[in-house]
């Protein structure tokens, strides 16, 4: 039984800050890639960032500097701590593992990571 489970999502004024779990069971964590993804009605998907088996990061452009991932593998937990928010961050974020790669995929829309979580929803708005 293979799971991500996405928690921390809520409704947050502009500027302010989230923090994102995943919780991972049915494997190690610590021998996948995890990313975080992000879909807005209407939009495609999009890839925010992602964290290698080793801890190498990668962001999307338009969060650098404001988001930061992070795993621990004893906990087998990854999180996505979002600061300085604004509303074009609302979407629906979902976390996804790459089975059998240590190494991310990044920029990337998705299609590369297999598993999935149910989501959680981040909405930016006064």
């Known amino acids: 039984q293979l799971q991500l489970v996405e928690s921390g999502g809520g409704l947050v004024q502009p500027g302010g800050s989230l923090r994102l779990s995943c919780a991972v069971s049915?494997?190690?964590?610590?021998?996948?890639?995890i990313g975080w993804f992000r879909q807005a009605p209407g939009k495609e998907r999009e890839g925010v960032s992602c964290?290698?088996?080793?801890?190498?990061?990668h962001y999307l452009d338009s969060v650098k500097g404001r988001f930061t991932i992070s795993r621990d593998n004893a906990k087998n937990t990854v999180f996505l701590q979002m600061n300085s928010l604004k509303p074009e961050d609302t979407a629906v974020y979902f976390c996804?593992?790459?089975?059998?790669?240590?190494?991310?995929?990044?920029?990337?829309?998705?299609?590369?990571?297999?598993?999935w979580g149910q989501g959680t929803q981040v909405t930016v708005s006064s």
């Open positions: 964290i290698s088996s080793d801890g190498i990061t």
């Open positions: 996804a593992a790459r089975p059998m790669f240590r190494q991310c995929v990044f920029p990337t829309t998705g299609g590369e990571y297999g598993y």
């Open positions: 049915g494997f190690t964590l610590g021998y996948y890639a």
